[in-house]
């Protein structure tokens, strides 16, 4: 996944955005608040009027949630929050009057609507009418300021303002040390004035969470599992155990062919990975240093970027020829805007095509009229890439700033998975309408992009001949590692930080110095410059401000290749893992719907049970696909001190401002 992405499934009904909340007392004195619960009203009839509720308010709350991300200032802004605070009021209600329930008899359905009702939301509020409605406004600022965050350099004319897409590109495409942490660094220093409005933040959804009956927000969050906080934590570092082997051999393969390319003292920082030269802003997708880290050069080419750019090339000169002759800069701008829509309309159209090979349906026409394709000129949005369900009955969206090339085009596949997952359960009560943990979300249309193997890519005309080798096949399983394995540590050292300023552990005075030790502990990456407290680069993250969920990401990179697995023994595919595609087979697509339409409906190990045969998450098959490909590194390895050390000094060498 590239993270990309991904986002909406926020706990209860995936639009939530950032701002779904759970508080627990009883409500707010608001207008908005619905009267009492009627007398003598059962279990059962109080989640039915719930359901009925949520699903009616509903509308309203993405619609403002939409807004505010796809036009940002200060009136969208307001929106959103008053849409939000309206929303926790309105569930501190719910959950208030579900307290009168406990001890009931009453369906296990019922028993199970009630407990995701507590946990519907990432950001639990303070009943305290007061703090709730401050809780909303920090939550949407710091979502604005992300989304509006701009780097700028040099005065007067000579002044050059980029935001987070152009200064990604400098990470993407140079290989100028100095232009690389320019950029880095700039993109970072939009985070800092986020620091007040996170401490505080942080202080109201505990504030929450205690009212719920939890020790903490971090608690709340680890409860969303059909299992305690304490046993998914120790999940989390099981599976992180069985794929840190494989993670360590690409990092000392990466941190040799940095030291090639940049020099012995450049390419490392105390044994670890310099954080602006990864190709990505957060470390968590290496794909964009293939130039450097491919195995065989040319072995069964698989460039993708190069494709898509030649498909804009087509759609702009066809853009061009539709205007007409003569020059005239006007003409040109259009014929450029309408050829970047075309082929990002085109990407997904491909992507959507994948899903409907498998026997799924198309996508709404509502869709594709109301999707964010590409960046607005006129105005500031969340780029960030997000799947959306509007009003629980179909009008699915998603927003991205699609670019052709390779990591777009793969995100596209990604966000798609949460949709179809949308369309599948919208059937279901609203309560049930999300994944069966949000770790399923995200995996969906990961599984996708595992099947979007060489052969595959041939036949949708992304790339040439594939020659059958063994440079072709590590070639192929690099590509993936780029993207997959990279990440699993990113994937878990977020919510380590997250755990530790909810529970207390990581004080405000340390959030940057917490945030690069479980960097160089999980990631084995530091920053080249000191980077003190008068920074706070977790904010540079968009899940951190957009109080994201993050282990589900890091389950989903485990649970797509059990997925994968499952869908590919479903299509009875014989043969190596790593060289199966699903696509176009109705059997795997018909499981995988299946899976799908359950939702949150019943306990995940079950759902997880139908479509793999087991109940337990395992990475084996993530060692299975890999396998490869870590023989492959060991080779390259051999003679090197594998591993880094623990800590990061350079991220404490600068002190704190006052």
């Not at 960030?384 to 927003?399: E, F, I, Q, Y």
């Amino acid at each position: 996944m590239k993270h990309r992405h991904l986002l909406l499934a926020l706990a209860i009904g995936a639009g939530l955005v950032t701002l779904a909340a759970c508080k627990k007392d009883e409500p707010a004195t608001d207008s908005a608040a619905t009267p009492a619960a009627p007398k003598g009203e059962t279990a059962d009839q109080f989640i039915a009027r719930v359901n009925d509720e949520f699903k009616k308010m509903y509308p309203e709350m993405t619609a403002a949630q939409w807004l505010s991300s796809t036009y940002i200032n200060d009136d969208s802004q307001l929106l959103a929050a008053k849409g939000n605070e309206r929303y926790l009021t309105q569930l501190n209600s719910w959950i208030e009057q579900a307290k009168k329930f406990e001890g009931q008899q009453m369906s296990p359905e019922t028993a199970r609507a009630i407990q995701l009702l507590k946990l519907a939301t990432a950001m639990p509020a303070p009943k305290d009418p007061a703090k709730l409605a401050e809780l909303t406004q920090i939550a949407t600022r710091m979502e604005g300021t992300y989304g509006a965050g701009t780097y700028c350099t040099g005065e007067g004319d000579a002044k050059k303002c980029r935001q987070l897409g152009e200064l990604e590109d400098v990470l993407r495409s140079s290989r100028d040390y100095d232009a690389q942490l320019d950029a880095w660094q700039g993109w970072h220093t939009i985070a800092q004035p986020m620091r007040k409005d996170y401490t505080r933040f942080v202080e109201l959804v505990n504030e929450g969470s205690k009212e719920m009956g939890f020790a903490d927000t971090g608690e709340m969050w680890r409860s969303g599992y059909d299992m305690t906080p304490a046993e998914i934590a120790a999940e989390t570092d099981r599976l992180w155990g069985q794929v840190k082997p494989l993670y360590e051999q690409l990092h000392c393969y990466t941190r040799t062919k940095l030291q090639a390319t940049y020099g012995v003292e450049k390419g490392q920082v105390n044994g670890l990975l310099p954080a602006h030269l990864m190709g990505n802003m957060w470390q968590q997708d290496w794909g964009n240093l293939w130039d450097m880290l491919e195995p065989y050069k040319g072995a069964g080419s698989l460039d993708i970027t190069g494709a898509l750019e030649k498909q804009y090339q087509a759609d702009y000169q066809a853009a061009l020829a539709k205007a007409g002759p003569g020059p005239g800069t006007d003409k040109l701008f259009q014929a450029e805007r309408e050829a970047q829509l075309q082929v990002a309309k085109q990407m997904t159209e491909r992507a959507q095509d994948f899903y409907t090979s498998l026997g799924m349906p198309k996508l709404p026409e509502s869709y594709w009229t109301k999707t964010q394709f590409i960046k607005p000129m006129d105005r500031d949005v969340v780029c960030h890439a997000s799947a959306w369900d509007m009003n629980m009955s179909g009008d699915v969206r998603t927003k991205m700033c699609i670019k052709p090339n390779e990591e777009d085009f793969t995100t596209i596949y990604h966000e798609l998975g949460h949709v179809y997952y949308y369309l599948a359960y919208n059937k279901l009560p609203p309560l049930f309408q999300t994944g069966a943990h949000d770790g399923f979300h995200e995996a969906i249309g990961d599984t996708m992009v595992l099947a979007m193997t060489p052969d595959y890519l041939k036949s949708i005309g992304m790339v040439g001949e594939q020659q059958q080798s063994n440079e072709a096949l590590i070639n192929a399983q690099m590509r993936m590692a780029l993207a997959k394995v990279s990440f699993m540590p990113f994937g878990l050292m977020i919510d380590r930080w997250r755990w530790g300023v909810f529970d207390g552990s990581i004080k405000p005075a340390d959030y940057n110095k917490a945030w690069w030790e479980l960097k160089a502990k999980y990631q084995g990456v530091a920053p080249a410059t000191a980077r003190g407290e008068d920074f706070f680069d977790p904010g540079a993250k968009y899940h951190v401000p957009g109080n994201t969920p993050y282990t589900r990401y890091f389950l989903s990179h485990v649970l797509q290749f059990q997925f994968y697995k499952g869908l590919c023994d479903a299509a009875g595919y014989k043969g190596p893992l790593y060289n199966c595609s699903f696509y176009g087979n109705k059997a795997a697509g018909q499981k995988f719907w299946a899976m799908l339409e359950k939702g949150a409906s019943q306990p995940w190990q079950a759902t997880l049970k139908e479509l793999t045969g087991g109940e337990k998450m395992d990475a084996g098959a993530v060692l299975e696909y890999f396998a490869p490909l870590q023989d492959w590194l060991k080779q390259q390895n051999e003679g090197q001190t594998c591993g880094w050390p623990a800590a990061a000094p350079v991220a404490a060498a600068a002190p704190a401002k006052p």
